[in-house]
Structures are given as C-alpha cells and as structure tokens.
C-alpha cells in the first residue's frame, strides 16, 4: 500500500458519505446568515478604498475608461516615472496614451504597471485578476 492510499483511506474512513440532497441542505444553511466582516466604509466602494488605502495602495477614482489615461499621468507625474507597463487588454489597448510611453512587458522590478482587475473584494481591499492570454502571470 503507497501512501497515497493510506491518506485516502484515512480521508474516506473519516468522511462518511453523504447523499447529495443533504449535502445541498448543508451548503443551503450556511447562507441563510452568513458571517460577514464589518465593512470599513458605509458603502462598498468607500469600504475597499479604506482598506485598500491601507495596505499602501493609492486610489484615483475616474468616471469612465476614457479617464484612465489620465490617471495614470496624474500618478506618474506625482512619483517621477517616465511610464508603465501596459497590460496588453483590449479595454486598455483602445484608449488614448498619447503622451504616455507604454511597454507590453512586465519586469519584476517595474516601477509602474496597469492592469484590469475582474472584481474588488471591499472587505480586504484586494483585487481578484484573472489570468489569460493578455494578462499572463
């Protein structure tokens, strides 16, 4: 017997098997009252920036895709930086970075670099990235 097989057996010994309607019920009373963090903010965009702004990251709030350009500027004339790694996402891609020098590459050691996050997660103030054909890790 390897000992792949005494750890499954073990596992198996100590999980009886269940039936999948109570496995469902189980999963169901777990979301009838969740156990939440408190948010650090009233609302969920105020309760990330709170976290966020916490751990060190600065936030710059732009009403449109078309603004982030912009943003980026801001952040690069304030630090010195003469540009960023850019995300090769079609999102960014299409706007306008006239003024701006962008590089497709990422070195470990980039001072500045963009990238689109799926979601933001207000409870810890991160960021859930997926990776992919233009956002490789």
Do not use: C
Not at 39 to 44: D, E, F, I, N, V
């Amino acid at each position: 017997m390897t000992a792949r097989d005494i750890i499954l057996n073990a596992v198996r010994a100590a999980s009886p098997a269940q039936d999948p309607a109570s496995i469902a019920a189980e999963a169901a009373a777990l979301l009838v009252d969740p156990v939440r963090p408190a948010l650090a903010g009233p609302t969920l965009p105020e309760a990330f920036a709170a976290k966020a702004t916490a751990l060190g990251t600065t936030i710059d709030r732009v009403a449109s895709m078309a603004e982030v350009p912009l943003a980026a500027r801001r952040y690069l004339d304030q630090h010195g930086l003469p540009g960023l790694a850019l995300q090769q996402a079609p999102d960014l891609l299409a706007l306008d970075w006239t003024g701006i020098a962008t590089h497709p590459g990422l070195a470990p050691d980039e001072p500045a670099a963009l990238g689109l996050a799926l979601h933001g997660i207000a409870e810890g103030g991160s960021l859930v990235v997926h990776s992919g054909p233009d956002a490789p890790i």
